[in-house]
């Protein structure tokens, strides 16, 4: 099973300020990777998938690199609605799908 | 409008059985693979089981496997989960999401969720 981490666990960062999310799996993925956003109350939501591509009507402030077993999202400049808990997750090697243990991005 | 809404949840007893359902509306449900995913209280993504658009292949985490099954009706566009010998530890918000193997091989859509709760 493909172990993923994330780091850090939680990260502080006023808005307009720019957010940077690391993701680790435990051996390589190629680009098979995915980030998920998840407020409050609500089901997560798809924001970028093969590691750099962003879904459907999520914002270009959010982007996504890497490939192998280092893996980055980049939200440029944070708008309040970015505050939420983001997921790395894993499709390369399955079953099982992977997920990280999440980063919650909180206002500083 | 494209949407997933589950169904079934509450609470049961340990090593009780309980059964969800998940209506897709808004795409061709029989031509996505479907999934269930979990969140502990306070925790992380889990993911559960999956199946392809026919129904013929299915998939199970470790930690559910033998207990629980994955089952869908194209004709009616839903998706299941037949939950049985229920542990504490099951207790969770069941995501169903649909697997877009075709394109982004990601979970593109998620249902909003169904809380079970497994406790006596």
């Known amino acids: 099973e493909i172990v993923m981490t994330q780091s850090p666990a939680t990260l502080s960062v006023s808005p307009g300020e720019r957010a940077t999310l690391s993701c680790r799996a435990s051996?390589?993925?190629?680009?098979?990777l995915a980030w998920y956003q998840q407020k409050p109350g609500q089901a997560p939501r798809l924001l970028i998938y093969?590691?750099?591509t962003r879904a459907t009507g999520v914002p270009a402030r959010f982007s996504g690199s890497g490939s192998g077993t280092e893996f980055t999202l980049t939200i440029s400049s944070l708008q309040f609605e970015d505050f939420a808990v983001y997921y790395c997750?894993?499709?390369?090697?399955?079953?099982?799908?992977?997920f990280g243990q999440g980063t919650k991005l909180e206002i500083k | 409008e494209v949407q997933l809404l589950e169904s079934g949840g509450g609470l049961v007893q340990p090593g009780g059985s309980l059964r969800l359902s998940c209506t897709a509306s808004?795409?061709?449900?029989?031509?996505?693979?479907m999934s269930w995913v979990r969140q502990g209280p306070g925790k992380g993504l889990e993911w559960v089981s999956a199946?392809?658009?026919?129904?013929?292949?299915?998939y199970y985490a470790d930690s559910v496997k033998g207990r629980f099954t994955i089952s869908r009706d194209n004709s009616r566009k839903t998706l299941y989960l037949q939950m049985s010998s229920l542990r504490a530890e099951d207790t969770a918000v069941y995501y169903c999401?649909?697997?877009?193997?075709?394109?982004?091989?990601?979970?593109?859509?998620w249902g909003q969720g169904t809380l079970v709760t497994v406790s006596s």
């Open positions: 997750q894993q499709y390369n090697n399955w079953p099982p799908y992977t």
């Open positions: 093969g590691a750099s």
């Open positions: 199946i392809n658009g026919g129904g013929t292949k299915t």
């Open positions: 808004g795409f061709t449900f029989n031509s996505y693979a």
């Open positions: 051996q390589s993925i190629s680009s098979e």
């Open positions: 999401a649909n697997l877009n193997w075709a394109f982004t091989r990601a979970f593109d859509i």
